[in-house]
């Protein structure tokens, strides 16, 4: 079989991905796995448990996969979640603010200190989602990012929690996102937390 149809091949490289998947706080220490995603399901836990708003927010491929992850954090997880990418309102921020504040403009007018940003880039390099960042953070909320492309990226900077998957394969970095996303959603389904 050649590598190029080697679909057990590319598994394992997926497998490998999430098993060198790094977790850094705000001030960029490095977190080991399992306080990594204690740190992410407490963040969670908190914000459901003061009844604040989770805002998803990506750009194309990362977009997909928080509006897919959208119905589980509210139907399974029981929190009040929200994307950003309803069209009218998409182009509404877009053409009156400009794409870079196309997310940054709507969180600055709906969040509050109660409320959390799950910001998501492949590439971490997306000007829209780094503007939203610093927006939740102006209204005292707090934000986790999940990126993926090189390790100095921007975005991995700037969240309380940040998630970052060592590759620059778009295919690879997105599922792996949407995979931890799904992971997080089951643990907080109100059966798991009891």
């Not at 705000?26 to 708003?53: S, V, W």
């Not at 182009?91 to 870079?100: I, K, L, R, T």
């Not at 959390?116 to 005292?140: D, E, F, P, R, T």
Request: with cysteine.
């Amino acid at each position: 079989m050649s590598d190029n149809l080697n679909f057990l091949g590319h598994a394992e490289q997926f497998k490998s991905l999430l098993e060198t998947t790094e977790f850094t706080d705000l001030q960029g220490i490095p977190l080991d796995y399992e306080r990594g995603i204690e740190k992410n399901l407490t963040m969670l836990k908190n914000l459901r448990d003061r009844a604040g708003n989770l805002f998803l927010i990506g750009n194309g491929g990362s977009a997909a996969v928080v509006s897919h992850i959208l119905t589980d954090f509210i139907n399974v997880a029981k929190i009040n979640a929200r994307t950003l990418h309803e069209p009218s309102l998409l182009s509404c921020m877009s053409n009156d603010y400009g794409y870079e504040n196309s997310f940054s403009q709507p969180i600055s007018t709906l969040a509050k200190e109660t409320d959390l940003l799950i910001a998501v880039s492949s590439s971490g390099q997306s000007k829209n989602i780094h503007n939203a960042v610093k927006s939740i953070k102006n209204a005292g909320g707090e934000a986790i990012t999940l990126s993926g492309f090189g390790q100095d990226n921007l975005l991995r900077q700037m969240g309380d929690l940040n998630i970052w998957i060592d590759s620059k394969n778009y295919g690879l970095v997105e599922i792996g996102h949407l995979f931890y996303l799904h992971y997080l959603s089951e643990h907080l389904s109100i059966k798991a937390c009891k």
